[in-house]
C-alpha cells in the first residue's frame, strides 16, 4: 500500500467550528488532490496541487481552502462548518498518470 | 469536457463466477488513460488496473482483465473467479492531462 495518510479517520463537529483536515504522503509526490464523496457516490475533485505553493479549485464548488507549503503535506480547512459539509473526503496524491488514496476523513457536522 | 457513464449502480455475482462491469466516456482527445478503482468497505481507493490508450491491448492484471473500445468509447471490467474479497465499489476513470474523471460506481457484492 502506497504511504498516504490522513487524519483524523472520522470527525464529528458542531456547526460554525473551523475544521482542518490533514493529509500527508512520504513519496515526494508533486501532486495532491481532495475530494468529496458522499456515501457510495462519485468522487468530486475541490482542490488539486501540482507542487509546493500551487493550488487550484477543483470541478466541485466548495467553501474549503488548502495549503502546500511543504510537499508532503496537503491540508484542507473549513473555515465555518455547516451540515452541508457532511461528507468523506478522500485525499490523494500522484506521480505521472498514478494517484494513490488515502483513507478518508468522514466528517459529519451537526 | 470528458464525462464518465456506467450504468450499473448495483450488481452481484456468485463466488467463483465471473463479472463484467461497464463503462463508458466521452471525450474528444486522443491520448488518455482510463482506470478502473476498487473502493473496499474500509473506504481506502486502490487501484486495479490501468489502460493506456494508444495501446490496442487489453490489459490483464491476474483475474481482472478489460476490454477496451476505443472507437465506441467503452472500457469494461471483467472479473474472473470473483471472490468475497472482490466486494466493493468499483469505478471507471479517465485520466488526462493533470487530473481524473471519475464515473458514478458500480457496488459490486460477491456472495457466498
Known amino acids: 500500500e502506497a504511504d498516504i495518510y490522513q487524519t483524523p479517520r472520522y470527525l464529528v463537529i458542531g456547526t460554525g467550528k473551523k475544521i482542518t483536515l490533514e493529509c500527508s504522503q512520504t513519496?515526494?509526490?508533486?501532486?495532491m488532490y481532495w475530494y468529496q464523496q458522499d456515501p457510495g457516490m462519485e468522487l468530486h475533485l475541490i482542490h488539486y496541487s501540482y507542487g509546493v505553493n500551487s493550488t487550484e479549485k477543483g470541478d466541485l464548488s466548495s467553501e474549503s481552502t488548502v495549503s502546500r507549503i511543504r510537499t508532503e503535506h496537503f491540508p484542507l480547512t473549513l473555515e465555518s462548518a455547516r451540515p452541508s459539509h457532511t461528507s468523506q473526503y478522500l485525499c490523494a496524491s500522484g506521480h505521472g498518470v498514478n494517484s494513490f488514496f488515502g483513507q478518508g476523513t468522514r466528517l459529519t457536522v451537526v | 469536457a470528458q464525462t464518465v457513464t456506467q450504468s450499473q449502480p448495483e450488481m452481484s455475482v456468485q463466488e467463483a463466477e465471473t463479472v463484467t462491469l461497464s463503462c463508458t466516456y466521452d471525450?474528444?482527445?486522443?491520448?488518455?488513460?482510463l482506470f478502473w478503482y476498487k473502493q473496499p468497505p474500509s473506504r481506502q481507493m486502490i487501484l486495479v488496473i490501468r489502460q493506456e490508450a494508444y495501446k490496442q491491448q487489453n490489459a490483464t492484471e491476474n483475474r481482472f482483465s478489460v476490454n477496451f473500445q476505443k472507437a465506441a468509447k467503452s472500457f469494461s471490467l471483467k472479473i474472473s473467479d470473483s471472490q468475497l474479497g472482490d466486494t466493493a465499489m468499483y469505478f471507471c476513470?479517465?485520466?488526462?492531462?493533470?487530473?481524473?474523471?471519475f464515473g458514478p460506481g458500480t457496488r459490486l457484492s460477491v456472495l457466498p
Open positions: 513519496m515526494g509526490h508533486d501532486k
Open positions: 476513470a479517465f485520466f488526462y492531462g493533470q487530473n481524473f474523471v
Open positions: 471525450t474528444s482527445e486522443n491520448n488518455y488513460y
